[in-house]
């Protein structure tokens, strides 16, 4: 295992709470604004 696979470890997990995190906001406030097309486009 390499530092590579050890950073990837450590960031998917923190990116996959970060899309929840502003995901449960969106849908709490109903307001789409703070969503990027640069996150959008990272996700899919």
Do not use: E
């Not at 789409?32 to 990272?42: A, H, K, N, P």
Request: with cysteine; proline share 2%; aromatic share 12%.
């Amino acid at each position: 295992m390499n530092a590579s696979d050890v950073l990837g470890y450590i960031v998917a997990p923190l990116t996959t709470i970060s899309f929840f995190a502003q995901a449960c906001c969106t849908f709490k406030t109903k307001d789409v604004s703070g969503i990027t097309l640069v996150l959008s486009s990272g996700i899919w």
